[in-house]
């Protein structure tokens, strides 16, 4: 079973930068899916991002495209959520989220099986 730790939200400004990063530990992270997750006060935990197994492929939701780039360090066991050009909309908890599979990167928060606690992304305008 992995688990899976969050770090570098905070605040930030609008048209400025964070980048997230998410450590997993206690299991094979090269042959998991991740995906990053946000979700905002009264509203549904949305997807932001997925990546492959290896990363060579990448998934965005059209809000953040050419804004945010997932990417992951199989040596590291970790998986970056680089966040440019942010918008006080991008205000949100986000998670990290780990499916054992290295055919399909899920889009949906029920296909995935494992959780981050989350990290605070606020945006001041």
């Known amino acids: 079973q992995i688990q899976l730790v969050e770090s570098g939200g905070g605040l930030g400004q609008a048209g400025g930068s964070l980048r997230l990063s998410c450590v997993a530990s206690g299991g094979t992270f090269r042959s998991y899916a991740m995906g990053w997750f946000r979700q905002a006060p009264g509203k549904e935990r949305d997807f932001v991002a997925g990546i492959g197994w290896s990363g060579g492929r990448t998934y965005y939701t059209d809000s953040v495209k050419g804004r945010f780039t997932i990417s992951r360090d199989n040596a590291k066991n970790t998986v970056y959520l680089q966040m440019n050009s942010l918008k006080p909309e991008d205000t949100a908890v986000y998670y990290c989220?780990?499916?054992?599979?290295?055919?399909?990167?899920?889009?949906?928060?029920?296909?995935?099986?494992?959780w981050g606690q989350g990290t605070q992304v606020t945006v001041s305008s």
């Open positions: 989220a780990a499916k054992p599979s290295i055919l399909v990167v899920p889009t949906t928060p029920r296909a995935y099986d494992y």
